[in-house]
Nanobody, 111 residues
Framework: QVQLVESGGGLVQPGESLRLSCTASGFSASTYSMAWFRQTPGRDREGVARIDRVGYTTYADSVKGRFTISRDNVKNTLHLQMNSLKPEDTAVYYC??????WGQGTQVTVS
């Protein structure tokens, strides 16, 4: 079965950093395009960062230069390094694999 489990969220002050992790099970994360999304109440999920099978990365304009997506193929884990966090980054962050597979989300609060 396909399973994605996020971790690493928490409460931080503006300007601080967090590193999110997404542990994948049931498939090899290196063979799929994967991404991080985020969502706040009343808003659609926003694509934050994406990494394809080759390793090419793309970012939303709102996080470009501050966030870095990466993948550890040995541990089958996706990461999102978030630096210089702002209050507007507050959201539930979700790990996603193509075909609509989602993790349970991890809360990030910047205040």
């Amino acid at each position: 079965q396909v399973q994605l489990v996020e971790s690493g969220g928490g409460l931080v002050q503006p300007g601080e950093s967090l590193r999110l992790s997404c542990t994948a099970s049931g498939f090899s994360a290196s063979t799929y395009s994967m991404a991080w999304f985020r969502q706040t109440p009343g808003r659609d999920r926003e694509g934050v960062a994406r990494i394809d099978r080759v390793g090419y990365t793309t970012y939303a304009d709102s996080v470009k230069g501050r966030f870095t997506i990466s993948r550890d193929n040995v541990k089958n884990t996706l990461h999102l390094q978030m630096n210089s966090l702002k209050p507007e980054d507050t959201a539930v962050y979700y790990c996603m694999r193509s075909q609509g597979y989602w993790g349970q989300g991890t809360q990030v609060t910047v205040s």
